[in-house]
């Protein structure tokens, strides 16, 4: 049982493209963060979301919350995006971590 | 070092030995964490604190015992390692009032 699905698994993008990054949830959650994972194996915190919509630079995250959805926007994607995203939901003190999606970006 | 780090970077050992991952920040966090990541799990939660002589079982415990006599320091403990423990640890923590985790550069471990 998977408290947290991602998709997809993989993605395959040229530069420039549009990238979503789609994150589904089936517990209560005061939280739901999006992570990167570089190639190197750290992991950085993006967003954390308890409603609406957040942007950073070319990064957007929205969830809905009585759909239970979030999704990550890459506008304009660039090689150096090429990372593993986690999506990850808090449930009081405890994280539920997706899979990851695998986000190449190719010159 | 400023920041959260863990020790060592990458671990061999043998089944049925002990091993010892250190786990240290900075920051005065209060809630630390322990993770594990696999190829097809993701991240899984081991164990967490939160705060000095507090800890808790996350979802996969077994065969891990942690302890936190000092705020900064979250060591985990593998009493008897096995094969099925090879795998990424990575350390986090967040402050009492925050929102964000902070991950350390994770430990690589192998159990021949």
């Known amino acids: 049982k998977n408290e947290v699905e991602q998709s997809p698994q993989n993605l395959t993008a040229q530069e420039g493209e549009f990238i979503t990054i789609n994150c589904s949830y089936s517990v209560g959650i005061s939280a739901l963060h999006w992570l990167q994972q570089h190639p190197g194996g750290g992991i950085v915190s993006l967003f954390m979301l308890s409603s609406g919509k957040k942007k950073h630079g070319r990064l957007i995250a929205t969830i809905n919350i009585q759909e239970k959805h979030s999704s990550l926007h890459i506008t304009a994607s660039h090689p150096r995006d090429s990372a593993v995203y986690i999506c990850?939901?808090?449930?009081?003190?405890?994280?539920?971590f997706g899979t990851g999606t695998s986000l190449t970006v190719i010159p | 070092d400023a920041g959260i780090t863990q020790s060592p970077r990458y671990k061999i050992t043998e089944t049925g030995r002990q091993v010892t991952l250190m786990c240290h920040q900075t920051?005065?966090?209060?809630?630390m964490f322990w993770y594990r990541q696999d190829l097809g799990h993701g991240l899984r939660l081991i164990y967490y604190s939160a705060a000095a002589d507090i800890t808790d079982k996350g979802e996969v415990p077994d065969g891990y015992v942690v302890s936190r006599s000092k705020t900064e320091n979250f060591p985990l403990t593998l009493e008897s390692a096995t094969r099925s423990q090879t795998s990424v640890y990575f350390c986090?923590?967040?402050?009492?009032?925050?929102?964000?985790?902070?991950f350390g550069p994770g430990t690589r471990l192998l159990v021949l």
């Open positions: 920051w005065s966090h209060s809630y």
């Open positions: 986090a923590s967040r402050g009492g009032g925050g929102e964000t985790q902070y």
């Open positions: 990850a939901a808090r449930d009081s003190n405890q994280f539920y």
